[in-house]
């Protein structure tokens, strides 16, 4: 059974790791004019900046009815406690507002560099995840529950994660997916899961520079995430797509670029595919920068994104 609907997210919201770069007085300015611009949820990751759980307290305080959602909080940052109680406290003081996407990456050691820093290993993937939620689930309420509660979403790309999504939780946040992608995940999930999926996006007329920049992203998740390069061969592509940097054909496929039409368009083929909303994450060429002005150049157009 899915977890309730709760508040909606609307068809398109943002994605973006750049909030870590910058004060919290301009995170919180940025907050306040993409909730101004109409998007309806506000997705951030996670790194080795703000915690999950601070951040959201940032982002929430600075906006009043825009939907805050982790993208995701690593479970292996945590201990399922700690995340419980504060996802708790998040839901009480931001009713309805709070959505809690949670993941992590599957490594063989016992550890794993991220930044060169060492992090735990998770294990196996649908297995870890299920005893994670449902030691979060077990954690004593000393406090006033929230209401309504806190949604989750997990971070699902294969079909066991997914199932396991719609089983367990609201749905799922797909990243760094095709819409071939989002066409198989709501097969699998049926019809009534909440299925989030977030798109990276060039907003840029000169292809060639576009194409330089959604290049590099796709070059350094493949590289860096072998869990990415499994799903991508699920989904047919090869070593020639994959082996010695990352071909046109995944590279388009992975990323949209161009003008805002082109980007809308991108985004209606994930909603008319499947999808409940699509946060769109920009790329430019310096990540640390907010994408302050791509955002307000797409929103009048991802306005008319819904189908």
Known sequence: ??????????????????????????????????????????????????????????????????????????????????????????????????????????????THLLDGYPVPSLGRAVSTMGAYLAAMDAVPAHSPSPRPAVRRVLAALGPKMLSLAAERTWGAHPYFVPVEHTRRAREIMGPEAFLGVEQAVVLDTDVDRARQVAAAHVAGYVSAAPHQEANMRRLGFGDDDLVGGPSRRLVDAIVAYGDAGTIRDRVRQHLHAGANHVCVQVLTVDPTVLPDREWRELAPALRDAAP
Not at 4 to 9: E, I, K, M, V
Not at 79 to 99: C, K, V, W
Request: charged share 20%; net charge negative; proline share 4%.
């Open 1 to 110: 059974m899915t977890e309730d609907l709760g508040h909606p997210l609307g068809h398109v919201g943002v994605w973006t790791f750049a909030f870590d770069g910058q004060p919290s007085s301009r995170v919180r300015e940025a907050a306040a004019e993409i909730e101004e611009l109409g998007y309806g949820a506000i997705w951030y990751g996670e790194g080795f900046g703000r915690d999950t759980v601070s951040q959201a307290w940032l982002l929430l305080s600075a906006t009043r009815g825009v939907t805050v959602a982790s993208g995701i909080a690593n479970i292996a940052f945590r201990d399922p406690i700690a995340l419980a109680g504060a996802a708790r406290a998040l839901g009480e003081t931001f009713p309805g507002r709070y959505l809690l996407g949670l993941g992590g990456h599957r490594v063989d050691d016992t």
